[in-house]
C-alpha cells in the first residue's frame, strides 16, 4: 500500500516538472516577463544543462560503487546526496536549472525514506502527502527571502516557481474523483507517531516553516495575505494528520450507478474543502501577481484557473450529460471562459501598469 | 528624411553594435521625429526575424540531412557486414568519420560555410557512435550497453569543446541521457545482460560525470564572462 502512494505521489511530480518547463520555456522565449529570464544565451542554457547531466551521473555515479561494494548504500541516499551536491554547485556556479531539480530530489527523497518508515506499519499514510507540502510551502517562504536580495533574485524566484507549481500540482491531484480515492486512503490507520521518524520530520518542516515565516513577515518579504495562505495551509496539513479516520468517505453505489462505490457525506465535504482551498490558492496567487505586479504570477494563475474549470468539468459532469450535450457545453464554457480570461487579464495588467509602484 | 531613408542608418548602427538607446538618441538629435525612428527600427528588426527564420530554415535542413545519411552509412555498413572482413568494417567506420570530420572543419573554417561545416561535424560525431557499438559488438567487448552511451558522451564533448560547436554540445545531453536512465535501470530493474558488478562501468561513470562537469564549468566560465552581471 505504501509503495503504491510512494509511487501515485511522485507520479504527480512528473506532471509538475513538465508543466513547470514548458512556463519556463515559454517565460524564457519572452525574456522573463519580470526581467530575470532564466538563461541568457544557449551557450547558458548548455552550460546550465551540462551541470545538471554531471549531478545526475554523479548519484548513479554512486549508486554504481555502491553495487560494486556489497550495497554500500540505499539508492535514496545516493539521491540525497546528489541533490545536496546540486543544490551545492548550483548556488556555486549560479546555474538555476539545479536548484527546483535537487529540491523536488530532496523531497522525493524524504517520500522514499517516510515510505520506508512507514512500511510494516499501519500507521497512517497522511504523512507522505504533509511532508512534501511543507516542504514546498517552506521553499515558497525561503524563495521570497532570497528575491530580496539582488545577488539571489532568480534563485529566489525559481524557489516560488516551484513551489507554488506543486502545491497547485497536489491539490489539483487530490482534488479529482481519482485523487479523492488516494485521499480517502490517507486517513486509514494508526496515528503517525507510533514512527518517531515521521513525527520528527513533520514537527521540524512546521517549526522551520513558521520560522522562517515569521522572519519573512518581519522584513517585510511575505504581505500578510500570503503569511495567512501559509497558516492556512499548515492547518489543513496539520487537520490531515491528526483527524480521526473518517467513516462514510465512500458507500456502496446505487442499482444502476456505474461504480460500485460512490462518495458518501464524509467524501463530499472533503472535496468540496479541498476544491474550496484549490479556488482560494489560485485567486491567492492572482491577487499576489497583482500586489507584487508580477506578471507571471497573474498569468500562471489564470492558466490555472483555466485548467481548473476545464478539469472539473470533464471529472464532474462527464459521466452524467449525454455525449453532444457535453461536448457543445464544453466547447461554449471554453470559448467564454477564454474571452473572460482575456479580458480579466487585460484589466489587471492595465490596472498594474496604472497604480503607482509600492515601496 | 521619411523612414525608408532611416532604415539603412539604423540596419548599419546595429550591425556596428551601438545599442537602440544611442540610435534613439542620435536621430532624436537630429531632429527625427520618434515615429519615422520607430517604424526604421521596426523595419530592420521585421528584416533580422526574417533571416533568422532563413537561417533556421538552412540548419533545419541540413541536420536532418546529416542525421539521414549517417542512416544511410549504417544501412550500407549493415547490409555488407557478413561479406566484410573485420579490419575493413573498422577502416569503413573510421575512414567515414574522419572524412566527415576533415571535410566539416575545412568547410567550416576554411570556406566560410558555418552550417553545412557543422552539419559534416554532427555527421562524424553520429558516425563515431554508432561505430562504437558496431565494434563493441564485432571483438564481443564485455561491457553493459549504457557503457556504449558513455563512451560516445566522452567524444562529443572534448570535440564539441575544442571546434567550439553549439551542436555537438546539445547532441552529447540526450547521449548522456540514455547512460542515465539506463544504467539505475540495469542495477536495479535487473535488465536482461546487465551486469551490476562491471567496474568498468563504474569507472566510465565517474569520467562521465567529470566530463559533464568539465564541460559545464567550462561554458559557464565563457557565459558568466560575457554577459557580468546578468547572472544574479
Known amino acids: 500500500m505504501t509503495f503504491w502512494l510512494i509511487i501515485a505521489l511522485l507520479q504527480f511530480l512528473v506532471p509538475i516538472l513538465l508543466i513547470g518547463a514548458i512556463v519556463v520555456f515559454f517565460r524564457k522565449r519572452k525574456g522573463g516577463a519580470a526581467g530575470r529570464g532564466i538563461s541568457v544565451s544557449s551557450e547558458d542554457n548548455l552550460s546550465q544543462l551540462y551541470l545538471v547531466v554531471a549531478t545526475a551521473f554523479f548519484g548513479v555515479t554512486l549508486m554504481s560503487v555502491s553495487r560494486d561494494f556489497g550495497d554500500l548504500l540505499r539508492p535514496d541516499t545516493a539521491l540525497l546526496l546528489a541533490c545536496i551536491a546540486g543544490l551545492a ?98 486517513f486509514e490507520g494508526e496515528p503517525f507517531f507510533a514512527v518517531w521518524q515521521v513525527a520528527a520530520s513533520l514537527l521540524v518542516f512546521v517549526l522551520a516553516l513558521l520560522f522562517t515565516a515569521v522572519y519573512a513577515l518581519g522584513k517585510h518579504e511575505l504581505s500578510t495575505w500570503e503569511a495567512g495562505g501559509i497558516v492556512l495551509f499548515v492547518a489543513l496539513m496539520l487537520v490531515l494528520v491528526f483527524i480521526p479516520p473518517q467513516d462514510g468517505f465512500y458507500v456502496p453505489g446505487g442499482e444502476y450507478r456505474h461504480y460500485a462505490t460512490e462518495l458518501g457525506p464524509a467524501g463530499y465535504v472533503w472535496g468540496v474543502v479541498i476544491n474550496l482551498v484549490l479556488l482560494l490558492e489560485l485567486l491567492g496567487i492572482l491577487f499576489a501577481g497583482y500586489y507584487r505586479r508580477e506578471e507571471w504570477l497573474v498569468n500562471f494563475a489564470m492558466i490555472s484557473l483555466f485548467l481548473f474549470i476545464l478539469i472539473k468539468y470533464f471529472d464532474w459532469f462527464s459521466t452524467m450529460l449525454d455525449r453532444s450535450v457535453f461536448f457543445t457545453l464544453a466547447g461554449i464554457i471554453l470559448i467564454g471562459l477564454g474571452w473572460s480570461m482575456e479580458r480579466g487579464r487585460r484589466y489587471m495588467l492595465r490596472s498594474m501598469a496604472a497604480a503607482p509602484q509600492l515601496p | ?114 552550417k553545412t561545416g557543422e552539419a559534416f561535424l554532427l555527421l562524424g560525431s553520429l558516425i563515431y557512435g554508432g561505430g562504437i557499438f558496431l565494434v563493441g559488438q564485432m571483438y564481443n567487448i564485455r561491457t553493459n550497453w549504457p557503457d556504449g552511451f558513455i563512451l560516445w558522451m566522452l567524444g562529443v564533448i572534448p570535440m564539441a569543446l575544442a571546434v567550439n560547436s553549439r551542436y555537438l554540445l546539445a547532441l552529447g545531453l540526450p547521449i548522456a541521457a540514455f547512460a542515465m536512465v539506463g544504467h539505475p535501470i540495469g542495477l536495479y530493474g535487473g535488465t536482461a545482460g546487465y551486469s551490476g558488478y562491471l567496474f568498468t562501468s563504474t569507472l566510465l561513470l565517474a569520467a562521465a560525470t567529470l566530463s559533464a562537469l568539465a564541460a559545464g564549468y567550462v561554458i559557464r566560465r565563457k557565459v558568466i564572462a560575457e554577459n557580468p552581471g546578468t547572472l544574479s
Open chain 1, 89 to 186: 554547485l548550483g548556488y556555486f556556479v549560479r546555474a538555476i536549472y539545479l536548484i527546483p531539480l535537487s529540491l523536488v530530489g530532496l523531497v522525493i527523497w524524504w517520500v522514499i525514506r517516510a515510505g520506508s518508515w512507514l512500511d510494516g506499519t499501519e500507521v497512517r499514510t497522511a504523512a507522505l502527502l504533509a511532508g512534501p507540502f511543507l516542504l514546498f510551502l517552506l521553499m515558497y517562504v525561503l524563495g521570497r527571502i532570497q528575491e530580496h536580495s539582488a545577488s539571489w533574485k532568480r534563485f529566489g524566484w525559481s524557489y516560488v516557481a516551484l513551489s507554488l507549481l506543486s502545491v497547485t500540482g497536489i491539490l489539483f491531484v487530490i482534488s479529482t474523483s481519482v485523487g479523492l480515492e488516494l485521499f480517502a486512503s490517507l
Open chain 2, 1 to 114: 528624411m521619411p523612414p525608408e531613408q532611416l532604415v539603412p542608418f539604423v540596419r548599419t548602427a546595429l550591425t556596428e553594435g551601438r545599442s537602440r538607446e544611442d540610435i534613439y538618441r542620435d536621430l532624436l538629435a537630429q531632429s527625427h521625429g520618434l515615429a519615422d525612428i520607430q517604424a526604421a527600427v521596426a523595419a530592420v528588426d521585421g528584416e533580422s526575424h526574417k533571416e533568422d527564420t532563413q537561417k533556421r530554415v538552412v540548419r533545419i535542413i541540413l541536420v536532418v540531412g546529416a542525421m539521414l545519411v549517417a542512416a544511410g552509412v549504417f544501412s550500407f555498413i549493415a547490409s555488407n557486414w557478413q561479406g566484410m572482413p573485420r579490419e575493413a568494417r573498422v577502416t569503413v567506420i573510421v575512414g567515414f568519420m574522419l572524412i566527415m570530420n576533415v571535410a566539416g572543419w575545412f568547410l567550416r573554417e576554411q570556406y566560410g560555410y558555418e
